[in-house]
């Protein structure tokens, strides 16, 4: 019987690809779209395998599986799947970690020069026939705009996604201060990264950015004693991590009381959108989460979580396991095509 694995909730994802990589070992690919458990479960259930970058993998779910061996996650992306669980029931729980971490530092540092640069605020200037003669006048509305360089960038977490942005920033000469209790002082020094407190990080940052995962612990880690300690001339910047990282309300409440200067954003909490108040603030710049979005990297998604399913079927294991606890419980043993 061929394995079947099920592209789950992967959209825009061209499947094609993960059909031609997964036909190395016969396997069969059913893409699916599913909105609930009880969805997930119906067409997961007999799967050997699943590929996923949404939707609730909860214990329900996962104590649901009658085959599956390997769940192979997109990037870091392991939201509402249940890790603990799947350990138990000795699934072994991947991801692809840097299929996308040039995409997220690029559109990190187009935020931070757009922030800079005061390029949306000029934009609306233009449109609104604002700008005349008068040159001197509009010198004067995009000020205070200090020079990049020299500038220091923060960076709350030093993963993939932080070291690469730190490199780009050399380019501009800015300084990069970082905070990461699970790294080595040294780390990115390579890089002209200095590590440090979150006080200091939090206190120096000209340009704030949040490279953290969420997690019980980070849940609303941005909150307002922390953005109280913020430069008033500052800017918070998120690219990479979920919404539910910042607690928006004191977010638009520093925005609006201009305890920062601004902020950029690629994903937010509050739902629906139309009824979050940063939209109708001007100093925020905000995107549809699409900060890993090229078409290199989702090229990148479609053959890397692919590769980790034939790897592992083939009986090696997967370069990042999520629970390496689980290889206590699982004996690789290759399938033949």
Known sequence: MALKVVHLNMKPVDPETSRRILGQIGAQVVVAECETEEQVIQVCRDADAIMRVGGSLSRKVIESLERCRIISCYAVDIDGLDVAAATEKGIVVTFAPDSSTEEVSDHAMAFMLALGRKLFFYDRVVRAHQWGEDHTAIVRMGRPMPRLRGLTVGSIGLGRAGLALARKVQAFGMRFLAYDPYIKPDAGRELGVETADLDRVLRESDFLHLNIP??????????????????ATAYLINSTARG?????????????????????????????????????????????????????????LARRVSEDVVRFFKGEWPPVVVNPKVKEKVRLQPVSA
């Open 214 to 231: 969420l997690n019980k612990e980070t849940h609303h880690f941005v909150d307002a004693p922390k953005l109280r300690k913020m430069k």
């Open 244 to 300: 539910q990282i910042i607690d928006e309300e004191a977010l638009y409440k520093a925005l609006k009381e201009k305890w920062i200067a601004g902020a950029a954003l690629d994903n937010l909490e509050k739902r629906p959108l139309e009824q979050n108040p940063l939209l109708k603030l001007d100093n925020v710049i905000l995107t549809p989460h699409v900060c890993h979005i090229s078409d290199t990297s989702y090229e990148d």
